[in-house]
């Protein structure tokens, strides 16, 4: 398969390209470095990538920014950004990589564990992750040609720590290689509109 | 308790406002008509909404637009009227009514069961059903002096049938008496961070 690979230089995105090389063609993409560069938050060069690329059997990303900050001073601006890159961004490249997704393909993006087990200061990573799970529910049953699309929704990277751990008390890291597992299981599996729980359970 | 109704004359806010009249002093707001105005999508409407009402208890929230469309057709312009109106208009109700809600008291939204029982063109519904979940459970951690916010998500609507019934086939509607029931139970009780699914159950 030729598997486009947006985010290719990040922490989980190095993760999954070194698991998918091992069978397929992967097209590491970047917004600077790798094969080709991508700005998710600007539709044009999405377009452009796509363009570059041409035909691929499956496209997954591993990126999106969000901001983190006291719910009682967010902006409006700031709850932007999350909408603008995380969601929108993860959801233009389905959007418009439709045109150009082979007959059978997948789509495959990544959310995280904030939207049913949050914590502090993470009102906009919880609004975007559910966000992006109803899109992908709602995306799976509208599909045609056999594509497919599901969500990896990881805990903690374990080598993320150093950053992200002061905000995540008591929550169990997984290593990145373990993250990688859920993004093979939807490019390669047949499943689609699930989502992914690496290292962590919906409690209902 | 005085009681903000955002979306009083709609089809469920006239059911809400029935109930919780009985006990509270209801401020009834609309787009067009009510007690006061307000349109969602203006920071700035809000921001009077809540300078000419002064300090209340609850806010409930029965309003929010979204665009249905066949997936892929949706342009950009369309997944914003959503991600404006029903996601981040609620959301501004919460993040601008925190100056002037008293300690104790209770926000409100509305959602629906699209993100988790997507029908055909929902996509953007489900995106923003979604988000709002998200949003409910990250700011419901962070909220202080004892105030809460929980989410209704009701099914179809029965007095709403005539419009919907095409697209949800099988879906079985509640009326909007018995959707009124989460909203009262979230004002009246005590729970927080909550979603209260109004004639269908999450399949998990």
Redesign the interface.
Known sequence: MKIILVGASGTIGRAVGAELERRHDVVRVGRSGGDFRVDITD?DSIRRLYAEVGEFDALVSTVGKVHFG???R?T?EQ?DVG?RDK??GQ??LV?LG?ASIRAGGSFTLTSGL???D??????????????????V????????RGLRINLVSPTVIEEALPVYAPFFPGVKAVPAREAALGYVKSVEGVQT?RVYRIGWS?D?
Chains 1, 2 share one sequence.
Do not use: K, Q, W, Y
């Open positions: 539709s006291p719910l009682e967010f409006p709850f909408l969601l929108m959801v233009n959007m439709l904030l939207n049913d949050p914590i502090r200061e993470g009102a906009s990573a919880a609004m975007v992750n559910g966000a992006l799970e109803g899109f529910h709602g995306a799976a049953v509208e599909l045609s509109g919906r209902t």
